[in-house]
């Protein structure tokens, strides 16, 4: 199974907002939903400060309870891997997806009111590029590749920086990663 | 200090700032199933330990009812869809892992043995509706089939009762994304719940003296029994993980504190034990017949706050620093 | 749907029939590319970095802009602005046809006229004001490409009154301060050679919430190799965030903290000394004069710590030249901000930074010939002798000074075209002055593509189309390496909307004119200028951007002899033109005023979500950040009673009290002073999104201190307090 990862390096990352704005135009979504967003987390007293900024999105989880979660597949695995995604058509929008997604990185598109999420945008990965969020990122702080490689741009961060991944505790085993 | 704070903003609805994807509809699902679970598995015990003459409204009368529930249960479901036309895709799959797929598949199972439940007390419970359906060849073939088995159908029908009371709580303690769902105790308290809503029902249908006497006693035990397993899940939250305790906090003083107490434990269960009791005590007054009604609000509420606390009760909690109402102007 | 699903079904419910009914247009939606993509080039025009990008639309309708891999600007990438430029063509309060200003039975109100009859007006209007008073007076204030078609059009007609805001409201004091110093500004894109800097100090210059992309890029590329940044700023910015060394400075003493670096590095001879004596002149002067300004001196004004101002200045010696002070680019501050802007300047000298890899590296740009016509007439009178004599070191308008003389029966100038720039809330408590104006002014044009404030004092109002609907002057500014890139319409003009060389050359046709714009369509000039450098309009249109090889070395060779374009053609340390027009020739230190009791800092810079006041309404940017935040350290929160999510209405010293804001309470934010974003608060009900969302830094700008030298607007010396509102949200 291709296990695909997302690596941040929350060091350069400025916040910007601009891998939103990608996602939102490439994946044409309505105004006031969104698949991605930036958090600020400002540690200690003014003026001993550090702040980090963070690029969040579903964690295409190596334990994804969303899918094990859906009664009807329509949440699955793409292909052989770990890419989460929803089917609409197999959609019944009974929302039990959302409710185990301990990230809530889940929506419910409207107006046709199936679930919807972060794709990892496979339409682009398919063809060899990077999602619309990495590939936007002035900063170039975003990092898309396969883990199973350990050549990989992906592997080679991890192998060298000090990381971390949100809410270990679930045991989901989420697949984004953050330099820190 | 640490100041945590979305930059952009965060609005995805009936997501942020909490889950509100379950509203009404899950929680009376939940509690037309807890009560289908009730009446059968009464019925079915009375059925098969021949009382029907000690407990004619529950042996009786009673079956005919878990059909009728269910269905409505069923509808409320269907209400909750926000993707509705997709419903029959509930059976195009077994997930073994969901027991949303589970519930939709037991549903399935239950119906049916639900019905003959009824078809099989049928002509002695509500005999013109029998002389009704024997009118058609279909329902007198139906109901002679019911009571040639009748044994059988009460055993699935005591089985299958089982199962749906736990599964209504199962549903929900299986997400261990929400805190304050994901506990052990919710299925058995699901379950007695349901049981205490049947003998409510009971309570409220039987004209037969010896019935309500031992349905109340039944519904006391019940009661207590759920009184009791609230107070040991809470009190495994408050003694749990980070976000468990967190959750916990909801009912104590938190959020939830005066719906929890005030319009739940108090009315919902409280008063009904008090009320009983005194009723065999045998100071009895006829406005004492809201204790049921109480009974049965309390076994809803219980689902309700439940759902409620659940989707509140999360991992994550996204702070604005704008005001995300604004994007209304946008959709 | 698929066919083997439906069997399945209809076995589930044996009712085929109804149930297709309940599932038409059930198949999965579309992923993005699936269907016809069509793409063209452009440059965007959100703000003015102009990084050049591709439109794509699919099936006809817009999708995306993304950055252009071979441009230099953006690398590949814009920023978040660019990437949501979609969102001003799509912008459904964009004007739509031209306005003329009409008096019904006593009552002004804005007419809908067709593009024949506004320009009518404006010809017979400008022919009036030249027979009356000359056909020098229109001025035009332009801040956008397209304002290069109007000021063809009012040379031409004779008039030479030109300014833009991004010069006395933003880097005037720098381009003054550099050019007195080095005899060239640092020009845009800015001249720093970041990416190779092993030291960056920024004093102010908040990099990462001021997108412009490639400076953002280069100095994130230093970070990658560790470089180390000294931010020297009150507010804990982004920038400082990823510094090595923050410098939370008392508002107002930057020139304390750079003259106590100078005297470090020349104290303990850490200077360029090779660099110092072969470029500079007037060194004795200067170490002379920052003798007195030792670190303990300095630590009184700016509460920066003796030792860490050492440590600071060590750490720029040792990687100097590679050491960068940056310039900054808004530094319209506190009135002495030329001096300031010397200040650096003459630090970077010290460090041997100007010319050197990792400093400033000298810029290139295509010979790209001018479109050949007619040589305008000779201005009948030189405007800034008149309008800006107090100014004589000014080489540019100013946005301000030229409002004043807009004013009144004798004013010099009798006619406005503003194009591309609000000014009411771009030059600070100008809008009284620009009512004023508008009474005297025999001719007010606006050309916008909003109904932003600006057009509410027109009396014609010219809707233009956006950057993506039209072809823009070909973009050939000055980079590390010579580069065109070219800005073609992607979409029709919605509505009645026109590019800006159509209106200029319709107008000049009426004026007999014709002769300047002897073209049909603005394509063919830069068809034109591309086939004089080799390339074509079709060629262009294929791959969007060329870069050309360059032709001078980038840095100065080692022990290059260099004519500077200065006086003395050598970096003036001491300015004998500063002496002679009677201004310090060597920075001096002068304490600003601080707030009184209760009262805070009016702090104010950029988010990355938004340019200005001008994407506000901008539906994809609005989405990310509708409103402003006033930061407010916790103690002040305290203080007043508010916490997060809480409104309240700043009220300046002067008791001018702003739109309802909502606090963001956070460390990141000296307890002497407030911050908010600039550009919100529009006041403009026409534009639906962004009308009355947050709080207009530009209205609480009342005392406003102006620099001696280059005359623009210092706008930080304001204070402001906080009013509570009863209601939070
Ligand atoms: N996203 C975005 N980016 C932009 C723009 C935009 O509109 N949006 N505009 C562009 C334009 S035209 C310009 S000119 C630039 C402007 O951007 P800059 O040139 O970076 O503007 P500054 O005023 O230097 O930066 C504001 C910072 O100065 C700090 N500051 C305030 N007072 C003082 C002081 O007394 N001393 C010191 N050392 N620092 C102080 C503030 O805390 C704030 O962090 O941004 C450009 N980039
Ligand atoms: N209080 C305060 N004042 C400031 C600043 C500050 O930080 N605070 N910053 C200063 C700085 S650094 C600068 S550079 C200036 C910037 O000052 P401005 O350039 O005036 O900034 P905006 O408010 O964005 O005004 C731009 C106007 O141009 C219009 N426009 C946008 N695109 C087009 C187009 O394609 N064609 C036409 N015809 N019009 C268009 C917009 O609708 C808007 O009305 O502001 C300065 N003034
Ligand atoms: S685009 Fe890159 S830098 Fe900007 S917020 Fe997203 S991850 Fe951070
Ligand atoms: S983050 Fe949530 S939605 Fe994404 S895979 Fe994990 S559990 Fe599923
Ligand atoms: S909402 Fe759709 S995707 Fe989610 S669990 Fe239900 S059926 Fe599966
Ligand atoms: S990977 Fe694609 S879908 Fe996911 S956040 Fe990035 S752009 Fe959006
Ligand atoms: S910096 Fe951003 S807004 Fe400015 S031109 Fe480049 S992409 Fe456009
Ligand atoms: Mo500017």
Known sequence: MIRYAMVIDTQLCIGCGDCVVACKTENKLPAGLNRDWVVEATRGRYPDLTTEFRSERCNHCSHATCVHACPTGASHLWKDTNIVLVEANKCTGCKACIAACPYDARLIMAPDGYVDKCTFCHHRVEKGQDPACVSSCPTHCMHFGVLNDPNSAVSRLLATRQQKVLLEETGNQPNVYYLT | MLEEVLVTVRDNPHIDPALTVWTWEIPAYLFMGGLTAGIMLFASLMILRGKEDDFPFVARKLPLWAPIVLSVGMLFLFLDLSHKAYVWRFYTAFQPASPMSWGSWILLLVYPVSILLAACTLRSGYPWLGRLVDRFRAGTAIINFACRHRALVAQWGLVLAVFLGFYTGILLSAFSARPFWNTGFLAPLFLISGMSAAAAVVLLGTRNEHERQTFTRIDIVLITIKVALIALLLVNLATGSRVQIEASHMVFGGDFAVPFWVFFVIPGLMVPLILEYWELKGQRRAWMMISPVLALYGSYMLRHLTVDLGQTSSYVSYVNTFDPTLLELLR | ?729
Not at chain 3, 306 to 323: F, G, K, N, Q, Y
Not at chain 3, 349 to 358: D, F, H, M, Q
Not at chain 3, 414 to 425: D, E, H, I, R
């Open chain 3, 1 to 729: 749907m698929k066919r083997r699903e439906f069997l399945k079904l209809s076995a589930m419910f044996g009712a085929g029939a109804t149930a297709s009914g309940l599932l038409t247009g059930c198949a999965d939606p579309p992923l993005p590319g699936a269907g016809q993509v069509r793409t063209s080039p452009t440059v965007c025009n959100i703000c003015f970095w102009r990084c050049a990008g591709t439109v794509y639309q699919e099936d006809g309708r817009p999708w995306k802009v993304i950055g252009h891999p071979q441009d230099l600007h953006s690398q590949g990438r814009l920023c978040t602005r660019g990437t949501g430029g979609l969102g001003s063509y799509q912008d459904p309060d964009r004007l739509r046809q031209p306005m003329l200003r009409v008096e019904e039975n006593g009552r002004q109100r804005f007419k809908p006229v067709s593009w024949d009859e506004a320009f009518d007006h404006i010809a017979e209007r400008m022919r009036s004001i030249a027979d009356e008073h000359g056909n020098d007076r229109l001025c035009l204030f332009s801040h956008g490409v397209g304002g290069s078609h109007f000021r063809k059009l009012l040379t031409a007609h004779g008039s030479t009154g030109y300014t833009q805001p991004s010069f006395a409201q933003c880097r005037g004091p720098r381009d003054i301060g550099f050019a007195l110093t080095y005899g060239e500004g640092v020009g845009s894109p800015d001249r720093t050679d970041m990416e190779h800097s092993r030291c960056i100090v920024l004093i102010g210059s908040h990099l990462g919430e001021n997108l412009h992309n490639g400076q953002v890029q280069t100095w994130i590329k230093a970070l990658e190799k560790n470089a180390s940044v000294i931010t020297v700023d009150p507010r804990f910015s982004v920038a400082a965030g990823k510094s090595r060394y923050w410098l939370p400075i008392r508002p107002g003493t930057d020139i304390a903290l750079l003259l106590a670096w100078m005297h470090v590095l020349i104290h303990e001879d850490l200077y360029d000394r090779d660099y110092v004596e072969r470029y500079t002149k007037g060194f004795e002067q200067l170490a002379e004069h920052v003798r007195p300004f030792h670190p303990e001196w300095a630590y009184l004004e700016t509460g920066i710590r003796p030792d860490l101002i050492r440590e600071t200045a060590r750490e720029m010696a040792r990687h100097a030249p590679a050491s960068l002070v940056h310039p900054g680019r808004h530094v319209t501050w506190y009135g002495d901000d030329t001096q300031r802007s010397r200040a650096i300047a003459i630090l970077n000298a010290l460090l041997g930074s100007w010319g050197r890899k990792g400093g400033f590296y000298i810029q290139e740009r295509v010979e790209l010939p001018e479109f050949p016509t007619p040589a305008p007439p000779k201005p009948k009178s030189d405007w800034k002798a008149v309008v800006q004599k107090d100014y004589p070191l000014v080489p540019s308008g100013i946005t301000n000074v030229i409002i004043d003389a807009s004013i009144g029966a004798d004013a010099f100038f009798k006619g406005w075209f503003v194009y591309g720039t609000n000014l009411p809330f771009t030059v600070p408590s100008s809008a009284d002055k620009i009512a004023a104006a508008a009474q005297s002014l025999d001719l007010f044009v606006v050309i916008d593509t909003m109904p932003a404030e600006i057009t509410g004092y027109a009396d014609v109002v010219l809707p233009e189309c956006t950057y993506l609907e039209r072809t823009d002057p070909i973009r050939n500014s000055p980079e590390r390496q010579p580069s065109l890139a070219v800005s073609l319409p992607a979409f029709e003009p919605r509505h009645e909307t026109k590019p800006a060389w159509w209106m200029a050359k319709q107008i000049a046709e009426r004026l007999d004119l014709g002769q300047y714009f002897p073209w049909e369509d603005y394509a063919e000039v830069v068809d034109w200028q591309l086939q004089q450098v080799g390339s074509s309009l079709e060629e262009m249109r294929r791959i969007g951007v060329k870069n050309f090889p360059r032709k001078t070395a980038m840095y100065f060779e080692p022990g290059e002899t260099i004519q500077f374009r200065t006086e003395s053609g050598r970096i003036e340390l001491y300015s004998e033109t500063l002496a002679y027009f009677g201004h310090d020739p060597l920075p001096r230190y002068t304490p600003q005023q601080r707030p009184e009791e209760g009262y805070f800092h009016l702090n104010y810079g950029r988010a990355p979500a938004h340019t200005f006041g001008r994407t506000i309404n901008n539906p994809q940017l609005f989405e990310l950040m509708p409103e402003n935040a006033v930061w407010v350290n916790p103690l002040a929160a305290t203080r007043f009673k508010v916490t997060n999510g809480d409104y309240v209405r700043l009220k300046n010293q002067d008791g001018v009290t702003s739109n309802r804001v909502r606090v963001r309470v956070t460390e990141r934010i000296r307890p002497d002073s407030v911050f908010i974003v600039h550009g919100f608060g529009h006041t403009d009900a026409r534009q639906r999104l962004a009308s009355s969302q947050g709080a207009d830094d530009n209205g609480l700008m009342t005392r406003i201190l102006h620099d001696p030298i280059m005359g623009g607007t210092g706008m930080r010396g304001n204070f402001v307090t906080l009013i509570p509102e009863e209601q939070s949200a």
